[in-house]
């Protein structure tokens, strides 16, 4: 009996040793950087919320973390309002544009993200789109001018939404040198690329402080239709 407890003493005095030395030898997990900004407008007077992302593209030397599409994601049409406005979306995934509206939409896009005009579909319909390529989609309805809404399709998972106090926080990024990338509805693109500037990001948090921009006091709702021109705000559409 003595034998077989003194055994079962040195049996657990092993295992503690083992553990503790594999412990010490684990790599400790990286904390990564955090990232936060605001966004100051320079128009005084102005509390809209407005629509905004940042993100991190990682520059030469900086290991990219893959960001890959997973199931679909969704733009429904109802009530003439696309849901939800703004959507930030890998490259490649499919986004369903479902018609929960009563009367025919078409919905389209002819800007610097992906183009295509999905034509007149009816009500209780569906239709879909790949984004292939990175970059911001602004969609449009070409019944109804006052449906818009947003997709930004990124190849980085290291992004942020604006929240109700137009501020941004990344968290548990690798430590290197990114490029700032922001985009804010209504901004003009020339303005946005102003905005963007190189970092390099090491253990902790960087503050970058108030982001100043020439945001509108109001949602821009002047556009084209796919034709390019205004829409015939005179005529009654039976749609």
Same mark, same amino acid.
């Given at each position: 009996?003595?034998?077989?407890?003194?055994?079962?003493?040195?049996?657990?005095?092993?295992?503690?040793?083992?553990?503790? $030395?594999?412990? #010490?030898?684990?790599?400790?997990?990286? *904390?990564?950087?955090? @990232?936060?900004?605001?966004?100051?407008? /320079? %128009?005084?007077?102005?509390?809209?919320?407005?629509?905004?992302?940042?993100?991190?593209?990682?520059?030469?030397?900086?290991?990219?973390?893959?960001?890959?599409?997973?199931?679909?994601? $969704?733009?429904? #049409?109802?009530?003439?309002?696309?849901? *939800?406005?703004?959507? @930030?979306?890998?490259?490649?995934?499919? /986004? %369903?544009?479902?018609?929960?509206?009563?009367?025919?939409?078409?919905?389209?896009?002819?800007?610097?993200?992906?183009?295509?005009?999905?034509?007149?579909?009816?009500?209780?319909?569906?239709?879909?789109?790949?984004?292939?390529?990175?970059?911001?989609?602004?969609?449009?309805?070409?019944?109804?001018?006052?449906?818009?809404?947003?997709?930004?399709?990124?190849?980085?998972?290291?992004?942020?939404?604006?929240?109700?106090?137009?501020?941004?926080?990344?968290?548990?990024?690798?430590?290197?040198?990114?490029?700032?990338?922001?985009?804010?509805?209504?901004?003009?693109?020339?303005?946005?690329?102003?905005?963007?500037?190189?970092?390099?990001?090491?253990?902790?948090?960087?503050?970058?402080?108030?982001?100043?921009?020439?945001?509108?006091?109001?949602?821009?709702?002047?556009?084209?239709?796919?034709?390019?021109?205004?829409?015939?705000?005179?005529?009654?559409?039976?749609?």
């Amino acid at each position: 009996m003595r034998s077989r407890g003194l055994c079962k003493w040195l049996y657990f005095a092993v295992a503690m040793i083992s553990g503790v $030395t594999w412990a #010490q030898n684990r790599p400790a997990k990286n *904390p990564g950087a955090e @990232v936060r900004l605001h966004i100051a407008s /320079v %128009q005084p007077g102005n509390h809209r919320h407005v629509p905004a992302v940042i993100w991190l593209e990682p520059l030469t030397g900086t290991p990219a973390l893959p960001f890959l599409p997973q199931g679909h994601y $969704t733009l429904l #049409q109802k009530n003439r309002t696309f849901i *939800p406005h703004l959507q @930030v979306i890998p490259v490649g995934s499919v /986004v %369903q544009f479902p018609n929960a509206d009563p009367f025919f939409h078409n919905v389209f896009s002819l800007y610097r993200g992906k183009r295509f005009d999905l034509g007149l579909y009816e009500a209780g319909s569906s239709k879909s789109v790949i984004f292939s390529r990175e970059g911001v989609s602004y969609i449009f309805c070409n019944i109804h001018p006052e449906m818009s809404a947003v997709v930004l399709a990124l190849s980085t998972p290291l992004y942020a939404i604006a929240d109700a106090n137009e501020s941004f926080v990344i968290r548990d990024i690798p430590l290197g040198d990114y490029k700032l990338r922001v985009w804010i509805e209504g901004v003009p693109q020339s303005t946005l690329d102003k905005l963007s500037h190189s970092l390099h990001l090491s253990f902790g948090v960087t503050d970058l402080g108030n982001l100043k921009a020439p945001i509108l006091r109001d949602r821009p709702t002047t556009h084209a239709n796919k034709f390019g021109r205004p829409y015939d705000r005179d005529s009654e559409s039976i749609y």
